[in-house]
């Protein structure tokens, strides 16, 4: 693992396997690092597939304890989040264009999460924000955590979308309440919010409330 460190610090490493044997560090149950980072990263296909799971499911691989099962699933989420979003060339213009846009980034959490996608003038994205996390049944919404980037952004109308974990996008009568707050912010700020959507598992609903969804 020494000359592994060294070698890091002069050239570097492209590898998936190498990065994450880095973060494991010494070897353990008998197993190299290397062994380690390879089968966690085919066993959760990938960085990002890390990311999305709990912390202890990583301790179902030979060689992971809590310690590094915390260690590296802090590592592949800190990764997956300074990953830069690549949007597809066009317009945002669609309730469907906009789940496309999001799915990937909802669909498969264990709790829910509050995301919103800003759009300029032509409906083209300009950023899509993380901004709060909850529990497996709710989260917090402030319309300042939902409109400050947009004004910093310079969006001219928001997109804001959360998940059930249930994998039932049914709107609730919380979702509703927090759809009617966002539009009334919006409306004072000059940025609307153009919708609300629930990812939920293969599919989304909108929250239906008079005044959003006016694609």
């Not at 592949?76 to 669609?94: M, N, Q, S, Y």
């Not at 909802?106 to 003038?121: G, I, M, P, T």
């Not at 004072?188 to 409330?209: N, W």
Request: glycine share 10%; with cysteine; charged share 25%.
């Amino acid at each position: 693992m020494q000359r592994a460190r060294e070698e890091y610090l002069l050239h570097g490493s492209d590898g998936e396997v190498e990065l994450l044997a880095l973060v494991l560090g010494n070897r353990a149950a008998g197993r190299s690092s290397q062994e380690v980072a390879a089968e966690l990263l085919d066993r959760f296909h990938g960085v990002r597939g890390i990311a999305k799971h709990p912390p202890g499911a990583l301790t179902a691989v030979h060689g992971i304890g809590q310690a590094r099962a915390v260690r590296v699933h802090a590592a592949c989420t800190l990764a997956a989040r300074a990953r830069p979003v690549e949007f597809p060339a066009g317009r945002v213009d669609t309730p469907e264009r906009a789940w496309r846009q999001l799915r990937e980034r909802l669909e498969h959490l264990d709790v829910e999460e509050l995301h919103a996608l800003y759009l300029d003038r032509r409906a083209r994205p300009l950023a899509i924000r993380r901004l709060s996390v909850g529990n497996d049944s709710s989260t917090i919404v402030d319309p300042r955590q939902v409109f400050r980037p947009a004004i910093q952004l310079g969006a001219c109308s928001v997109i804001a979308a959360h998940n059930h974990p249930s994998g039932d996008p049914s709107p609730s009568a919380e979702d509703r309440a927090v759809t009617l707050r966002l539009m009334e912010a919006g409306e004072l700020l000059g940025v609307p919010l153009l919708d609300h959507l629930v990812i939920g598992a293969g599919t989304f609903a909108r929250v239906d409330v008079g005044g959003v969804g006016a694609w």
